[in-house]
Structures are given as structure tokens and as C-alpha cells.
């Protein structure tokens, strides 16, 4: 399928204003688990382990789903999984507040959630690339600081929610904020092929014959008594005849109409049906064979297999400062009452800055931006390195800072996959990257502890 030209505004300013508060919406929540996270060590009594496990799974598991959330989005389009994802956020937050036990939160809170955020992030940035090119880069950084936005947001409405209503009010409030997904998801119109046929035309002219189960010879009675009635109908207005006369009539040629060989019919019927599902077994078994073929063709290009290392190792490295911040304040003995802003406010709001601001500079033609990502891999390891270093408020929140604003490299690292595979591969190629993204994530949190 050959898109049109990305229009580069129009209606995909809308598409980024709707993808924007859709990352809002739904990664508000998992991104400031942290708030939650306390209470679930009070409220079940288990450990510190088993409990980091609802975070870890919410913000892990959808990007592990990523292959899965992009033949989701090939399939069925950006905004059916948008509104369907929607579902599944806010039913998972609900459900989420009748926890019996943490193994519960595993599937409500860690599956349900992060699932669903998966499936918004790559509807989201699938249709935005769609409907820019040139300032592609501005588009996705401005999609992007919603999920940061919402950190900074949740954070300090969580904790004022479960200070008014509880746990369990905190978390309704916030699924049935969740179902203004849905809206965002209507809007979310896709952009045409260029070579979409009028729908008349393409459902019966690129049909073949043997696919049709009913011919012209081997109608059933079904087709006759519809044919029959229709006719009657028509015939009504002009023959008034009585209605006991038109029933005879009609059973008449009801009768006449049924093939002597009944049993044959209904045997070369069977027949073509167990033919057309043969054909369509074999067809959805070759989208499998072409979606393997893909990945291996995909796994050939050098750079993208240096991708799919780099965010791994990212994710590893760059995912745990979000939980682990405040425990390294406390280690470093940092007294109380330097604490002005929090050190994982600092990250949120840092990282929305830098996802718009590396966003605009991928746009500049004289910025490589595959050499733009590099760098700030590079300066996250550095900052990184100096965390062990640093033993005062100020120094943590200049750290902080630091960290949130090169975590921003979200921002242009689909602008780098589609400048790498090409948008026709981009929906393929993104998957895989997230799910290497999401082991990172996963694994980060317990390697580090």
C-alpha cells in the first residue's frame, strides 16, 4: 500500500494535539507509580521486590508487546486499537482498585495497563509519522513530553486523590480519566492510499470465482425464496389479487424452484466452503512466512541491528534513575529539608523539554540524527557514571535534570528507525526495537538492585 504525500499539517496537527493527551492519559499513571507503589507496601504487606513488580510490568510489558502492538496497528488501523486500547487502560485502573492481593495488580495493574499503553504508543506514533515528513521531528517531540507532562501531572494528583478518597478512589478517579482515550481515538482519521479503489468496485472485482461459495446453478432455497419474495413484492402493487392466492402463488414457485438433486447441491456447497478456507489457511500462513522473511531482511541492515542493541542497553542503564532516584538520595544521606522539588519531578518535567527541543533539532537538515541519538547515548553513560559521586540535593538535582533531558531522545528515535528502514517498514521495524526497549526496561530495575 502506497500512502499519500505526509500533508506536514492540516488535519495531522489535530492527530498530534489527540496523541499528545493520548500519552498523557495513559502513561500518567505507570510513570508515577512511585505514589502508588507506597501504598501497595502498606495496604499487602509484601515485600519491596514483589512489589516493584506491578511498575516494573506496567512500564515493561507493553513495550515486550511491541511486534504484537504493530501488526495490531498494520491490521486493523490507529484508531480502532486507539479506542479498543482505551478499554483496556481504564478497565485495568479500575480494576485495579478491587486488588484482593498483588498477584492481582500483576494482571489489572502490570498486563491489563501496560498493554494497553503499548498499544497507544505505537498507534500514536505510527499516524503521526504518517502525516509528517519534513517536521516530522516537532511532531513526534510534541506527541512525546505527554507521557512526561503526565508524569509531572500524576505524580502530585495521585498523591492528593488517595489523601482525599484512598487507594482504591485514586485509582477509579483515575481510569475514568482514562476514558477521554477515547475520544482522542475517534479522532485519530487515517490517512488514504493513494491507490484505494471505490469500495464497490474493489470488494467484487478482486474476488475470484472460486471463492464465491453460491454460483448461478447451485442456488439454495434460501436465494430462491428471497429471489421469489422480492418479485412478489414488486408484482403487489400491480396484481391485486387476493392474499390466499398470492401465498399459493408463491409456494408454487417456491416448490418449482427447488433442485430434484438437493443432495448434491448441498455436497458441491461443502465442497467450495472447505476450498475457500483451505485458500484462506494458506493465505494468513504466508503473511506469517513474510512477516519472518521481513525481520531476517531487517536484522541484515547493520544500522538497525546497532539500534536494536543501543536501546537495549539504554533501557538497562537509562530506565532505573525514574524508581531508584529518591533511594539514592537517602543513601547519600541527603537531609529532608533540602529537598525542594522532588528528584523524580525533575526527571519528568526535564524529559518533556527534552523530547520537544531534540525533536526541533532533528528537523534541521544539517542534523544527523542518527549521530544526534549516538550523542546522547554517550552523555546518558557519563551521567550515569557520576550518580555515585554525588552526595548533595543539588548535585542529585542537577544529575536529575541532566538524565530526564537525554532520556528525551525518545523523541527522535522513531525520526531515526524511519530514516534507517523507511516508513512503509517503519510500523514492523518499531516493534521489534520496543520489544528489545521493553526487556531493557524489565531487566534494569533487578540488575540494578
Known sequence: MVFQKPPDGGWGWVIVVVSFFTQFLCYGSPLAVG??????????????????????????????????????????????????????VAGGLMMSSFAPNIYFLYISYGIVVGLGCGLLYTATVTITCHYFDKRRGLALGLISTGSSVGLFIYAALQRELIDLYGLDGCLLIVGALSLNILACGSLMRPLESSDSLPPEKTCVDKVPDQYFVYHEKGKTIEENISILEKGYADEKGVNNMPDYKQDSFLNKNVLNSININEKDTYKKIVVEQTNFCKQLAKRKWQLYLNYWEETVVLFKNKVFSAL??????????????????????????????????????????????????????????????????????????????????????????????????????????????????????????????????????????????
Do not use: Q
Open 308 to 449: 536494536f542493541v543501543a536501546i537495549l542497553l539504554f533501557d538497562i542503564g537509562g530506565f532505573p534513575p525514574f524508581l531508584l532516584m529518591e533511594d539514592v538520595a537517602r543513601s547519600a544521606n541527603v537531609n529532608e529539608d533540602d529537598y525542594r522539588v522532588p528528584l523524580i519531578s525533575i526527571i519528568g518535567i526535564m524529559t518533556a523539554v527534552g523530547k520537544l527541543i531534540l525533536g526541533i533539532l532533528a528537523d534541521f537538515k544539517w542534523v544527523n540524527t542518527l549521530y544526534l541519538y549516538v550523542i546522547t547515548l554517550l552523555m546518558m553513560g557519563v551521567a550515569l557514571f557520576a550518580i555515585p559521586f554525588a552526595k548533595s540535593y543539588l548535585t542529585l538535582a542537577m544529575l536529575s535534570g541532566i538524565l530526564g533531558f537525554l532520556t528525551g531522545n525518545w523523541s527522535i528515535f522513531p525520526y531515526v528507525t524511519t530514516k534507517t528502514v523507511g516508513i512503509e517498514k517503519l510500523t514492523h521495524a518499531y516493534g521489534i526495537l520496543m520489544f528489545f526497549a521493553g526487556l531493557g526496561n524489565s531487566l534494569g530495575p533487578p540488575i540494578i538492585g
Open 35 to 88: 505514589v502508588l507503589y507506597v501504598e501497595w507496601l502498606d495496604a499487602f504487606g509484601e515485600g519491596k521486590g514483589k512489589t516493584a513488580w506491578v511498575g516494573s510490568l506496567a512500564n515493561g510489558i507493553g513495550l515486550l508487546a511491541s511486534p504484537v502492538c504493530s501488526i495490531c496497528v498494520s491490521s486493523f488501523g490507529a484508531r480502532p486499537v486507539a479506542i479498543f486500547s482505551g478499554f483496556m
